[in-house]
């Protein structure tokens, strides 16, 4: 029966990342008495985008780098897709972990092709292979090959550069790509599109991303998960971004997201304010046959069961229907059902207890006239913050945080140490003679 049935409207997503294991991470600086990193266990999926946030200093850096030994654990273990990586030789695992710095962190004196060129090098590929990758990446990043591959880094902005630094990390095809505030450098608007089309590579290549950042909408926009960190590496929340904005687990996450403005919003704004998506609805009694196609013509993989009033009684995929030769009377008692004047907090708590991550809306009369996902309120919610936070930016956690990362590291540093080109903070223009420091 279920070559009938259709294949579902969301595309499988790719997946070449593999999972992130800390497991009682510890890391004490020599000369510190408190560690910087207290005690980390974290499970990150494969294929997911993690966004690390928090204060200054709360050991975001700290934790990124100890996952490619940037920085070694004082405890502890780290399991890269279930290997323990923790006595691999460092050099060979950070072949195989992708890492993004600030201002993308490019060679001066290479052309972008040396640049992105560099890891496969080092593992021996052949000029031919380096070359169609490297064009392939350029291409991938959104930087035509033909104009881009001999230019060196002063003479693009600051973008470029950071496109350039994704190109890099990706080039020997790791499972993992480490992100340290890689979009702190670059203007408001260059920012956007690059988070835009990180979120863009990520659909298509489906890695396993870890990026630090001190900015919450960031966080939330870029992250499947987002894990909030207070001092000591301490985990306050890691959850879903719209978990964390509807059900901050303590305090300090209600402060650092701005608990006022959001959940005012949430509990103001109400569902007939937010657009909703059609359903396709079916008659009890109806031939399963004739339901499936009508579904299929629209788009939709699944359909609503409603009586004469035109009121849900269940909401089987078309796979069920296709179970029966009719659709069947069956009342779903647990139906997540929202109505047009709830408020958005409501429907996001009907909407998270359902398996279908999305709620029935019904008119005043509960006849059901669509239905509502938790990704179209989050995506109102974050449009509707972005304005709140342009009006007040007090609103923002920016109290927390005193800005941009001073130093960043180079890419294929064996050791944690600064000194890399780099270009000013605010500016779209690379600065000539940037002050690297490359061995
Ligand atoms: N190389 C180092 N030596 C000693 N202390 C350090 C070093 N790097 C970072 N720290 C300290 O460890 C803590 C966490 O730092 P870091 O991981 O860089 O935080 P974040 O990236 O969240 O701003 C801070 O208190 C910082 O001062
Ligand atoms: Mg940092």
Redesign the pocket.
């Known amino acids: 029966m279920t070559d009938e049935v259709t294949s579902p409207p969301a595309p499988e997503r790719t997946v070449t990342g593999v999972s992130i294991t800390l497991d009682g991470v510890v890391k004490r ?1 020599r000369g ?1 008495d408190v560690p ?1 990193v207290e005690r980390l266990d974290l499970e990150i999926e494969a294929g997911d985008i993690v966004a690390f946030v ?1 204060p ?8 990124l780098k100890m996952i490619n030994r940037l920085i070694e654990p004082s405890e502890g273990r780290i399991l890269i897709g279930g290997r323990d990586v923790t006595n691999e030789h460092p050099d060979k695992l950070r072949q195989s972990i992708g890492y993004v710095i600030q201002s993308g962190g490019l060679f001066p004196h290479w052309t972008v092709a040396k640049n992105v060129g560099a890891i496969p090098r080092v593992l021996g590929w052949d000029r031919k292979r380096i070359a169609e990758r490297t064009e392939y990446l350029l291409d991938l990043v959104g930087l035509d090959p033909a104009t881009f591959a001999d230019r060196l880094p002063k003479d693009m902005s600051g973008g470029q550069q950071q496109r350039v630094g994704v190109a890099r990390a990706l080039a020997a095809d790791p499972p993992v790509l480490l992100m340290d505030e890689p979009f702190g450098a670059v203007d408001p608007i260059t920012r956007v599109r690059l988070q835009d089309s990180l979120i863009a590579i990520q659909h298509e290549l489906g890695k396993t991303i870890v990026i ?1 950042t001190h900015d919450f909408e960031e966080a939330t926009k870029l992250g499947d998960k987002v894990l909030i960190l207070s001092e000591g590496g301490h985990i306050e929340q890691y959850a879903r971004p719209e978990e964390i904005l509807t059900s901050p687990a303590t305090p300090f996450v209600q402060e650092f997201v701005g608990s006022g403005a959001k959940l005012a919003y949430l509990t103001v704004q109400r569902v007939r304010d937010v657009e909703c998506d059609a359903v396709v609805t079916a008659r009890i009694g109806e031939p399963s046959r004739t339901v499936i196609d009508r579904a299929k013509a629209a788009g939709q993989s699944w359909v609503v069961v409603v009586d004469e009033a035109g009121r849900p009684r269940s909401w089987p995929t078309l796979d069920e229907v296709g179970s029966k030769p009719e659709v069947s009377d069956y009342l779903d008692r647990r139906l997540p059902v929202i109505a047009r004047s709830s408020t958005l907090n409501d429907a996001l708590d009907a909407m998270l207890a359902a398996s279908q991550g999305a709620a029935l809306v019904t008119d005043g009369r509960g006849a059901v006239v669509g239905s509502l996902s938790i990704g179209s309120v989050t995506e109102t919610i974050q449009t509707k913050l972005a304005d709140v936070r342009s009006e007040e930016p007090e609103l923002s956690y920016e109290t927390y945080v005193d800005g941009t ?1 001073p130093a960043p590291t180079p890419v294929v540093a064996a050791e ?1 140490e600064p000194g890399t080109p780099g270009d000013e903070p605010g500016t779209s223009q690379g600065e000539p003679g940037a002050q690297a420091e490359v061995s």
Request: net charge negative; charged share 20%; hydrophobic share 15%.
């Open positions: 600086y510190q910087a928090g200054s200093g709360c050991g975001k850096t700290t934790t630090v990362d944690d």
